[in-house]
Structures are given as structure tokens and as C-alpha cells.
């Protein structure tokens, strides 16, 4: 039974799920880095929210673990590449906080443009300091959205309906969607220039990363009030806080800083600054949504193998997945043999699927594909590093797609470019279940690729099979299945056996020493 790691602080209807889906679960919430580590190794899946950081440190020790899911959107707090190279799968839920989001922004431009909670905490201390608190209009102000995707489509929505001109900065923001959404697409300066208000909703990425520095924080209209519910380190916090001492900056509030838990900032006690602990997606309805989709998109995949909403691998639904195997059993196998069989770099890889495989998700298949190829030199690659290897080392990857049946009713063909020219071999399904190759290198064979095998190219001429016999009977090696393949009778022929031992190197070397054999070598699979 697979069992996941619950670590941070998650609504119960995520534990309630993994148990009806067959896993086993544990919450520990709370931990220290060393304590996550000390434990993590006995988990399948670990679920999080912001508050645990899975570094490479982590994954080291996470020598079980197939797959992070976060409850939530942001991701910054996951090393994806040490995970992908690690082979496990990071997922998170794009969706299920979005509208908490929002409104929470929403709900800080309020509370700037009217000082809400400088005013109830005076009002509370009995002081009624009614002129002291003057605010502004949101109607009629311009609004400007840094990030125009699923949050921000959602302020600007909600801000068009407080009569607000919304301006947004998004370089990916296409102008039919700009106009879908009510808002005019600016750049960067002439939001700065114009916004009365400016809210962020961009993820932390090298390129948004200060995007609010000390530099754009002065290309800001005087009396500009700035929120962030993104992440911490979208704005020069020290920047910000000489702009509101200043009085350039008329109000700014905060629910995500540079490090957090935030428990000190110079910025606390700043007058117009107001924050909010990390509270962006905590509704009773986001935490739902979330812990809920989480909880099923780890349990699709610790079951089924269903992929959704994962950061690194293609989806895959779990209705797909039973389809898929077979196809990505033959698919790791077929990778395997050129793997094994294929000599010297690599240059290009070519992954076609025919007939009844062109109609499914091939994204997969061809990640089977390489996960065999590569196997071949490393245990830790699975389908969600073998992409990144295989960029990593410059492999070229196509993937063919051909509806019409040829021979078989289903085929997979991979073919290699070598430096010796390219190699194919290609394998269908029977029965739809089993796999099976049917082409080794340009000649038609017919094989289950299972177990201990060897592999033998020689000159097809009588006697030939007698000796090989006798050379693997006095080893000690029980044939299991034999199949032959020939170019034309008396040309080049293709062995392919199954063997009960494995075949060590020297009777390799003993079977290429027989008259007539080119090529012999041990395969397994
Ligand atoms: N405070 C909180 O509790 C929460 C914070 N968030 C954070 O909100 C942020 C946005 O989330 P979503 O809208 O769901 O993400 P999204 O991916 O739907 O939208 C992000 C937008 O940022 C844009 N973008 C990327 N690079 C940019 C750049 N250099 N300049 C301007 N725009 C750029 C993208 O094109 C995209 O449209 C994320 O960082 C997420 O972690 C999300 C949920 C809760
Ligand atoms: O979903 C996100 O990106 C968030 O920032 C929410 O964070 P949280 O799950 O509340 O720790």
C-alpha cells in the first residue's frame, strides 16, 4: 500500500480522501528540515503546502518518493529540477485558491485605501480619532495588474466591477485576451507611470524577481498604494519601506514576504503598511478545493499511474492509464534494446506510433521510450527525469504519429541515429496486452523481450545452430525460446533467445568465437 506524508497544515477531507483511495497516511506537520529528513525515506508521496521546503537535501533522503503535491499554486518552495533528476513528480492545483486569492487582494486595497486596520485598532484603543482617518475612492482609479493569468484575470474582474480602469504588465498576455478581460496591456513603465493602485500576481521566477526594485519603486505615481499577495521577493521590501517613510508610497500591504514565517521586518510598525501572515489561500472553501484536489491527483497516480497538473510530466488521465501500460511496458522495452544494442552517442531519437497507438496520448509513451533507452546506463531514471537526461545530453527526441495500420493492427517503432547510421526496431501488442517486438534492425522478428536474452547476428548457413546449442549446453544455459530472423535465405540472420542464466561475458565471448557469428551479445530486460 503506498503511503504519503502530510506536512503541513492541511484541510482533513485530504486525509479522508488517500484512506478511501487505499493509501496509507500519516500528518506530522511542524517538522524541522533534519526531522523531515530523518523520516521522509519511509514515504511514497509527500503533501505540502508553503511551509515545507523540498530542497535537494530532502530529496536525497526521499529515496521512496514518487511525488510532491502541493495544495496550492505556488511551487518556489519544491526544487523541481533536483526533483525531476530524482525521477519524482511534482503536481499542484492551480486552480482551487485562485478566487480566495483574489479576493484577499481585493480585500487589501480596501483596507489601504480607507486604513482600515489602523483605524480599528484606534477605534478599539477607545481614541475615535474620526479626522485623523481620511481614505480614497477606488472608483474611477487605475488599477495596475502585474501578472494577468489566473488570480490576476480574477482582481481585474472584480476591480472592473468596482468601476476601476484596470492597466496590465504581462509579457504573455495576448491582446485578444486583454480585451476579453477589459483591461489594456501596457508595459512595465507605463503601469508604474499610471496605476494609482498596483497589485502583483506573478510566480518568483528569475525575470520577476524585484520586479518592484528601488528603481521602478521611483517610476511610481506619487500617492501610489502597492499590494502583494504573490510571493515575497517580487518587491524590495527595504525600497518599499523608504518610499512610505517618504511619503512617495501612500499605502502598502503585504501578505507574502522575503522570508517567512515573517517575525520581523523593518516594515512593521511603518505607518500605511499593512500585512497579513501567508493568508492569501486560507478560506474554509480554498482549503477544500485544494486538499481535496491534491489528495486525488496524488492518490490517481500512487494507484493508477494518472498524471494531473504536474510541473514536470505530461498528464495522463486515469482513465488513459490503464490504456497506456502495455503501450509503455513495449515502449520501455523497445528503449531498452536500442540501449543496449545501440553503440557509441546518440544524436537523435525517433518515437512513431501506427494504428491503434497513434490514437492515444503519446507523451508518455515516447517518456517510456527514453526511460528504457537511458536505463541502460543509470537505475535512478524513470519517465519523469528521462526528458530532462535526454535534453540534458543533447539527444534530439521527434515523435511520429501515423493513423493508418501497416502490418499490425498497433506498432511502436523507435529509431536511433548512430554514428554507424540509424538503427529501428519496432514492436506491437498482442492481444492488445503483451508486448511483443516484431523488427530488429530492418529484419522481421518475432520476440517476447523478457529476462535474460542474447543476441546474435551471424551468417545463416546449416549447422550453425547445432554448435551454438552445444556451446550454451555445456556452459550450463538452458534455452528458454529461440526466434529467428533472416534478411534472405544464406544472408545475415538475427537470434534472439531467451536464456534461464544470465550470460556472463566470457560465453558472449566463447559464442562470438563460432564460425560464421558477427555480433553476440548478452541483453536483459
Ligand atoms: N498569497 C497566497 O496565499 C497565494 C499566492 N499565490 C501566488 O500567486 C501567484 C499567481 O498565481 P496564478 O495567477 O495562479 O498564476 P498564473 O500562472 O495563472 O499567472 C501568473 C501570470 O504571471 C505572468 N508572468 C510571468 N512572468 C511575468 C513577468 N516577468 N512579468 C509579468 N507577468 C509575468 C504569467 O504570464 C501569468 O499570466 C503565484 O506566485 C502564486 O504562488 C497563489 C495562491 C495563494
Ligand atoms: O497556493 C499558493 O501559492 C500559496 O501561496 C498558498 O500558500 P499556503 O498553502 O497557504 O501556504
Given at each position: 500500500?503506498?503511503?504519503?506524508?502530510?506536512?503541513?497544515?492541511?484541510?482533513?477531507?485530504?486525509a479522508?480522501?488517500?484512506?478511501e483511495?487505499?493509501?496509507?497516511?500519516?500528518?506530522?506537520?511542524?517538522?524541522?528540515?533534519?526531522?523531515?529528513?530523518a523520516?521522509?525515506?519511509?514515504?511514497?508521496?509527500?503533501?505540502?503546502?508553503s511551509?515545507?521546503?523540498?530542497?535537494?537535501?530532502?530529496?536525497?533522503?526521499?529515496?521512496?518518493l514518487k511525488?510532491?503535491?502541493?495544495?496550492?499554486i505556488?511551487?518556489?518552495?519544491?526544487?523541481?529540477p533536483?526533483?525531476?533528476?530524482?525521477?519524482?513528480?511534482v503536481?499542484?492545483?492551480?486552480?482551487?485558491?485562485?478566487?480566495?486569492?483574489?479576493?484577499h487582494?481585493?480585500a487589501?486595497?480596501?483596507?489601504?485605501a480607507?486604513?482600515?486596520?489602523?483605524?480599528?485598532?484606534?477605534?478599539?484603543?477607545?481614541?475615535?480619532?474620526?479626522?485623523?482617518?481620511?481614505?480614497?475612492?477606488?472608483?474611477?482609479k487605475?488599477?495596475?495588474?502585474?501578472?494577468?493569468?489566473?488570480?490576476?484575470?480574477?482582481?481585474?474582474?472584480?476591480?472592473r466591477?468596482?468601476?476601476?480602469?484596470?492597466v496590465?504588465?504581462?509579457?504573455?498576455?495576448?491582446?485578444?485576451?486583454?480585451?476579453?478581460?477589459?483591461?489594456?496591456?501596457?508595459?512595465?513603465?507605463?503601469?508604474?507611470?499610471?496605476?494609482?493602485?498596483?497589485?502583483?500576481?506573478?510566480?518568483?521566477?528569475?525575470?520577476?524577481?524585484?520586479?518592484l526594485?528601488?528603481?521602478?519603486?521611483?517610476?511610481?505615481?506619487?500617492?501610489?498604494?502597492?499590494?502583494?499577495?504573490?510571493?515575497?521577493?517580487?518587491?524590495?521590501?527595504?525600497a518599499?519601506?523608504q518610499?512610505?517613510d517618504?511619503?512617495?508610497?501612500?499605502g502598502?500591504?503585504?501578505?507574502?514576504?522575503?522570508n517567512?514565517?515573517?517575525k520581523?521586518?523593518?516594515?512593521f510598525?511603518?505607518p500605511n503598511?499593512?500585512?497579513?501572515?501567508?493568508?492569501?489561500?486560507?478560506?474554509?472553501?480554498?482549503?477544500?478545493?485544494?486538499?481535496?484536489?491534491?489528495?486525488e491527483?496524488?492518490?490517481?497516480?500512487?494507484?493508477s499511474?494518472?498524471?494531473?497538473?504536474?510541473l514536470?510530466?505530461?498528464?495522463?488521465?486515469?482513465?488513459e492509464?490503464?490504456?497506456?501500460?502495455?503501450?509503455m511496458?513495449?515502449?520501455?522495452?523497445?528503449?531498452?534494446?536500442?540501449?543496449?544494442?545501440?553503440?557509441?552517442?546518440l544524436?537523435?531519437?525517433?518515437?512513431?506510433?501506427?494504428?491503434?497507438?497513434?490514437?492515444?496520448?503519446?507523451?508518455?509513451?515516447?517518456?517510456?521510450?527514453?526511460?528504457?533507452l537511458m536505463?541502460?546506463?543509470s537505475?535512478?531514471v524513470n519517465?519523469?527525469?528521462?526528458p530532462?537526461?535526454?535534453?540534458?545530453r543533447?539527444?534530439?527526441v521527434?515523435?511520429?504519429?501515423?493513423e493508418?495500420?501497416?502490418?499490425?493492427?498497433?506498432?511502436?517503432?523507435?529509431?536511433?541515429?548512430?554514428?554507424?547510421?540509424?538503427?529501428?526496431?519496432?514492436?506491437?501488442l498482442?492481444?492488445?496486452?503483451?508486448?511483443?517486438?516484431?523488427?530488429?534492425?530492418g529484419?522481421?522478428?518475432?520476440a517476447?523481450?523478457?529476462?535474460?536474452?542474447?543476441?546474435?547476428?551471424n551468417e545463416?548457413?546449416?549447422g550453425f545452430?547445432?554448435?551454438?546449442?552445444t556451446?550454451?549446453?555445456?556452459?550450463g544455459?538452458n534455452?528458454?525460446t529461440f526466434h529467428?530472423?533472416?534478411?534472405?535465405?544464406?544472408?545475415?540472420?538475427?537470434?534472439?533467445?531467451?536464456?534461464?542464466?544470465?550470460?556472463?561475458?566470457?560465453?558472449?565471448?566463447?559464442?562470438?568465437?563460432?564460425?560464421?557469428v558477427r555480433?553476440?551479445?548478452?541483453?536483459?530486460?
Amino acid at each position: 500500500m503506498p503511503k504519503v506524508l502530510i506536512s503541513d497544515k492541511m484541510d482533513p477531507k485530504a486525509a479522508q480522501i488517500f484512506r478511501e483511495r487505499g493509501v496509507e497516511v500519516d500528518e506530522i506537520t511542524g517538522k524541522t528540515p533534519e526531522e523531515l529528513k530523518a523520516i521522509i525515506g519511509e514515504y511514497d508521496g509527500l503533501a505540502i503546502r508553503s511551509s515545507t521546503k523540498v530542497t535537494q537535501d530532502i530529496l536525497d533522503a526521499a529515496t521512496n518518493l514518487k511525488v510532491v503535491g502541493r495544495a496550492g499554486i505556488g511551487v518556489d518552495n519544491v526544487d523541481i529540477p533536483a526533483a525531476s533528476a530524482r525521477g519524482v513528480v511534482v503536481m499542484n492545483t492551480p486552480f482551487g485558491n485562485s478566487i480566495t486569492t483574489a479576493e484577499h487582494a481585493i480585500a487589501l486595497m480596501f483596507a489601504l485605501a480607507r486604513q482600515l486596520p489602523e483605524a480599528d485598532a484606534s477605534t478599539q484603543a477607545g481614541k475615535w480619532e474620526k479626522n485623523r482617518f481620511m481614505g480614497v475612492e477606488l472608483t474611477a482609479k487605475t488599477l495596475g495588474l502585474i501578472g494577468a493569468g489566473n488570480i490576476g484575470s480574477i482582481v481585474a474582474d472584480r476591480a472592473r466591477g468596482l468601476k476601476m480602469k484596470v492597466v496590465a504588465f504581462d509579457p504573455f498576455l495576448t491582446p485578444e485576451r486583454a480585451i476579453e478581460m477589459g483591461v489594456e496591456k501596457v508595459e512595465l513603465d507605463q503601469l508604474l507611470a499610471r496605476a494609482d493602485f498596483i497589485t502583483l500576481h506573478t510566480p518568483l521566477t528569475d525575470q520577476t524577481r524585484n520586479i518592484l526594485s528601488a528603481e521602478n519603486l521611483a517610476k511610481t505615481k506619487k500617492g501610489v498604494r502597492i499590494i502583494n499577495c504573490a510571493r515575497g521577493g517580487l518587491i524590495d521590501e527595504a525600497a518599499l519601506k523608504q518610499g512610505l517613510d517618504s511619503g512617495h508610497i501612500a499605502g502598502a500591504a503585504l501578505d507574502v514576504f522575503v522570508n517567512e514565517p515573517a517575525k520581523e521586518s523593518p516594515l512593521f510598525g511603518t505607518p500605511n503598511f499593512v500585512s497579513t501572515p501567508h493568508l492569501g489561500a486560507s478560506t474554509t472553501e480554498a482549503q477544500v478545493n485544494v486538499a481535496i484536489q491534491v489528495a486525488e491527483q496524488m492518490a490517481d497516480y500512487l494507484v493508477s499511474g494518472g498524471v494531473t497538473n504536474a510541473l514536470n510530466m505530461p498528464s495522463l488521465s486515469a482513465e488513459e492509464a490503464p490504456k497506456l501500460k502495455p503501450y509503455m511496458a513495449l515502449a520501455e522495452k523497445l528503449g531498452s534494446l536500442v540501449g543496449q544494442l545501440a553503440h557509441g552517442a546518440l544524436s537523435s531519437i525517433s518515437i512513431e506510433v501506427e494504428g491503434a497507438a497513434a490514437e492515444l496520448n503519446q507523451k508518455p509513451i515516447t517518456g517510456a521510450v527514453l526511460a528504457g533507452l537511458m536505463r541502460v546506463h543509470s537505475d535512478t531514471v524513470n519517465m519523469v527525469n528521462a526528458p530532462f537526461l535526454a535534453k540534458e545530453r543533447g539527444l534530439e527526441v521527434r515523435e511520429v504519429r501515423n493513423e493508418r495500420e501497416g502490418d499490425y493492427h498497433t506498432l511502436v517503432r523507435v529509431t536511433v541515429r548512430t554514428e554507424a547510421g540509424d538503427r529501428s526496431v519496432a514492436g506491437t501488442l498482442f492481444g492488445n496486452q503483451a508486448p511483443r517486438l516484431v523488427e530488429l534492425f530492418g529484419i522481421k522478428v518475432e520476440a517476447d523481450l523478457a529476462g535474460h536474452m542474447l543476441y546474435i547476428v551471424n551468417e545463416d548457413a546449416p549447422g550453425f545452430i547445432g554448435r551454438l546449442g552445444t556451446t550454451l549446453g555445456e556452459a550450463g544455459v538452458n534455452i528458454g525460446t529461440f526466434h529467428l530472423g533472416r534478411r534472405q535465405a544464406g544472408g545475415e540472420a538475427i537470434l534472439l533467445l531467451s536464456v534461464d542464466e544470465p550470460v556472463t561475458p566470457e560465453l558472449a565471448a566463447k559464442v562470438r568465437s563460432l564460425p560464421g557469428v558477427r555480433t553476440a551479445m548478452a541483453l536483459a530486460f
